[in-house]
């Protein structure tokens, strides 16, 4: 599973578990910055944004083990 665990205005965490019959197995995550096309950091997008905290964003259960 892959859940969202922090929203910052330009970096963003996501965090990943992959378990087999409901064990865990090995966990980690990514951390994600936003930057202009030079590479400075900038503000995540509105709609970007708007998309990652709604209901629809959050993960559900899809039974792939």
Known sequence: TATLAEL???QLRFDYE???EGVPLVR???RHA???ADG???RLPPA???A???EEATP???GVD
């Open 8 to 10: 910052g205005r330009a």
């Open 18 to 20: 992959i378990a087999r």
């Open 28 to 30: 980690g995550f990514t």
């Open 34 to 36: 936003v930057t202009t």
């Open 40 to 42: 400075r950091p900038t």
């Open 48 to 50: 970007v944004r708007e």
């Open 52 to 54: 990652l905290e709604s």
């Open 60 to 62: 559900e259960e899809d």
